[in-house]
């Protein structure tokens, strides 16, 4: 029987352009521009990457909890 995870996901903008990362955890996955998707050992490097490329989080999504 395989373990479910939940996925977290945190958008990234860069003018126009939007980057996602999805992890659960185990996995970090970014997604730049609909076709570059690239998996990282950690989420802090997922995240220095998309900053690295010139994307800053994008908070007006967020929800209150």
Request: charged share 20%; aromatic share 8%.
């Amino acid at each position: 029987m395989s373990k479910l995870y939940e996925v977290e996901v945190l958008s990234f903008r860069r003018g126009d352009d939007i980057a996602t990362i999805a992890s659960n955890g185990v996995r970090h996955i970014t997604q730049e521009v609909a076709t570059v998707v690239l998996e990282h050992e950690t989420l802090k490097n997922a995240i220095a990457y998309l900053e690295a490329h010139g994307y800053s989080i994008d908070t007006s999504n967020f929800n209150n909890i």
